[in-house]
């Protein structure tokens, strides 16, 4: 009987043994994952194009400082618009160091534009929007948001203003598009512009989104990412 328990026990043990080092293996994996997250931030975007939005942040990210790229990280993906939060959300499950998620979309004929960016922030993912699109932003780097209400016009006399003040012709897909807006214009007061304008239409009584034009709140996407770069001559806007 005593020999019968003492085989039963060390079954027992044996038995355990393999959960035991699962379960090491898991609190290792867990560490090693938790020292991988960067102290500064990882950052992960969700846009619904292939070629403005994404090159812009891509490029946004290539100009963090080397000895930083290790402690501020930037994922870019895509996602059709309706399933911009939802992708976000998956992938932050997933993939749990990407802990600052984010979308990025534009105005432009999208249907459901203030739904979808009161669902993000609901779900504790930022917005990034603009009015009529993108380019109203990037406008902004040459010192002005003009009043533009349909997208394809701002696309269209944005590419003139770029023209004019780089040399250069615009391209949608052109990956060097960051490098030259602050190359050749001025990101600081393209931040604080884009902060007037918005504050500007809350002012004028336009709370929604949609109504907010010429407006974005995607500058504050790039305020805070910068003033993680350059923590010290950066000032949050007001």
């Not at 959960?19 to 619904?48: F, H, Q």
């Not at 884009?194 to 809350?202: D, F, I, P, S, V």
Request: a positive charge.
């Amino acid at each position: 009987m005593a020999n019968r328990g003492n085989a039963a026990g060390k079954k027992a043990t044996a038995a355990g043994k393999p959960s035991d080092s699962r379960a090491g293996k898991r609190r290792d994996r867990n560490k090693r994952v938790g020292a991988r997250i960067p102290e500064l931030g990882y950052y992960l975007i969700v846009t619904d194009t292939e070629e403005t939005e994404k090159n812009y942040f891509e490029g946004l990210r290539d100009s963090i400082p080397v000895e930083l790229k290790d402690r501020l990280v930037i994922k870019v993906e895509r996602a059709k618009t309706v399933e911009l939060v939802k992708k976000a959300l998956e992938i932050t499950g997933q993939e749990s160091q990407y802990r600052i998620p984010w979308i990025v979309f534009d105005r432009d004929q999208v249907k459901d534009f203030d739904e979808i960016i009161q669902t993000a922030e609901k779900s504790g993912v930022g917005a990034g929007w603009s009015n009529p699109c993108f380019e109203i932003w990037l406008y902004a780097y040459f010192g002005e948001m003009p009043v533009i209400m349909e997208s394809y016009t701002c696309c269209d006399r944005f590419a003139e203003k770029f023209e004019k003040v780089t040399g250069q012709k615009y391209f949608k897909n052109d990956r060097e598009l960051y490098r030259k807006l602050v190359q050749h214009g001025d990101e600081k007061k393209a931040i604080q512009m884009a902060e007037r304008c918005y504050k500007r239409c809350m002012e004028d009584g336009k709370w929604k989104p949609s109504e907010m034009w010429p407006a974005c709140s995607v500058h504050r996407l790039v305020e805070e990412i910068q003033n993680k770069i350059y923590p010290r001559p950066w000032k949050k806007s007001k």
